[in-house]
C-alpha cells in the first residue's frame, strides 16, 4: 500500500479571491459607489496630466512631479479597481498564479514610490520657501527625472524580493484568498512552509522606506515652519504657506488612510475582517480621487490650464 504522504499535490495554478467572506451580500451595495470613485480617479488623473502636458505655463518641475504622482495614481487603480469590479459584477474570481504576484508587486512597489513622490515634493517646497534665490538652479527638469529614477530603482529593489519569496514558497493546500486582492500576508498565509521571513522582510522594507519619507517630510515641514515664523512682511508668510498647503493636505490624507490600515490589520482579530479588506480597497481609490481634485481647486495656475482645456473642447 502506499501511504497518502507519498501523493504529490499539484502546484496551484490560479487562486480564488473571496471578497468579505463573511458579507458577501456588501458587493452588490458597495459596486456602484466603487465604480463612481474608480472613475472620477481615473477622470480628474487624465484631466490633470492632459492639462500640464497642453498648457505651456505649467511645464515647471513641480508640476512633472504633480504629473509623476497622477500617473502613479492610475497605475495603483487599474491594477486593483477593474478585478475588484469584476468579482462584484460577474464573480470571476479567479487570478493566475503570475497574475496574482505582478499586482502584488505593483501595490507594494507604486505605493512607496507615492511616497517617494511626497518626500521629493516636499523639498521642492523646501527650497521655494526656505532658498528662493537658488530654486530655479536646484529643482530644475534634470532634477525631476533623476528623482523619478531614483524612486523607481529604489522602490523596484525593495520591493522585488516580496513577490519571489512568496512564488518561491509551496503552496499545497488551499487556493482561496480571503481579500479582494492579492496582498503579500493573505496570500502567503496558504503556503505550507515557514513564512516568516517573508513577511519580516515585507515590514522591514516597507518601515524603512515609508518611515525614512516620512522622517525626510517631517523635516522639510519643520524647517519651512521655521522660515515662514521668521517672515514679518504682511501676507507673506500666509501666502507662502498656501503654496504648501495642498501638498500638506495630501500628505497628511495619504498617511492618515495608510495609518488607520495599518492599526486595523495589527487589530484584526478585535474587529471583523472585512473591514481592511474594505480599507484597503478604498485606500486604493479614495487618494488618487481626491489628490488631483485638491490640487486642481487650491492651485490658480491648474484651475485656469483646465478652463483652458474645457473652452478647448
Known amino acids: 500500500m502506499i501511504s497518502p504522504s507519498n501523493y504529490s499535490t499539484p502546484p496551484v495554478s490560479e487562486f480564488l479571491l473571496i471578497c468579505f467572506p463573511n458579507y458577501q451580500s456588501w458587493q452588490h451595495w458597495l459596486s456602484l459607489p466603487l465604480s463612481l470613485l474608480f472613475l472620477l480617479a481615473m477622470g480628474a488623473n487624465a484631466t490633470l496630466l492632459i492639462t500640464i502636458r497642453l498648457e505651456a505655463s505649467l511645464h515647471e518641475p513641480m508640476y512633472y512631479l504633480l504629473s509623476l504622482l497622477s500617473l502613479l495614481d492610475m497605475v495603483l487603480c487599474l491594477t486593483v479597481i477593474p478585478k475588484v469590479l469584476a468579482i462584484f459584477w460577474f464573480d470571476l474570481r ?4 503570475s497574475a496574482c504576484f505582478l499586482q502584488m508587486f505593483i501595490m ?3 505605493l512607496a514610490m507615492e511616497s517617494c513622490t511626497f518626500m521629493v515634493m516636499a523639498y521642492d517646497r523646501y527650497v521655494a520657501i526656505c532658498r528662493p534665490l537658488r530654486y530655479p538652479s536646484i529643482i530644475t ?5 533623476r528623482a523619478a529614477i531614483f524612486a523607481v530603482a529604489r522602490n523596484g529593489l525593495f520591493f522585488l524580493p516580496v513577490p519571489i519569496l512568496s512564488a518561491r514558497l509551496r503552496y499545497c493546500a488551499e487556493n482561496i484568498i480571503k481579500n479582494c486582492i492579492c496582498t503579500n500576508l493573505s496570500v502567503s498565509k496558504l503556503s505550507c512552509d ?3 521571513f517573508n513577511r519580516l522582510y515585507q515590514f522591514v522594507a516597507g518601515w524603512t522606506l515609508l518611515g525614512s519619507d516620512l522622517i ?6 519643520s524647517f519651512i515652519l521655521k522660515a515662514v515664523l521668521r517672515i514679518k512682511a504682511e501676507g507673506a508668510a500666509a501666502k507662502a504657506l498656501s503654496t504648501c498647503g495642498s501638498h500638506f493636505i495630501l500628505i497628511l490624507f495619504f498617511s492618515t488612510v495608510l495609518l488607520v490600515l495599518v492599526i486595523t490589520n495589527l487589530a484584526r482579530e478585535r474587529i471583523p475582517p472585512d473591514v481592511p479588506i474594505l480599507l484597503n480597497i ?3 481609490l479614495i487618494p488618487p480621487a481626491l489628490n488631483p481634485i485638491v490640487y486642481g481647486v487650491r492651485t490658480k495656475e491648474i484651475k485656469q490650464g483646465i478652463q483652458k482645456l474645457l473652452r478647448r473642447l
Open 94 to 97: 479567479p487570478i493566475s498564479f
Open 141 to 145: 527638469d534634470q532634477f525631476v527625472a
Open 108 to 110: 507594494n512597489c507604486f
Open 282 to 284: 478604498l485606500h486604493h
Open 194 to 196: 515557514d513564512i516568516t
Open 216 to 221: 525626510l517630510i517631517i523635516v522639510s515641514y
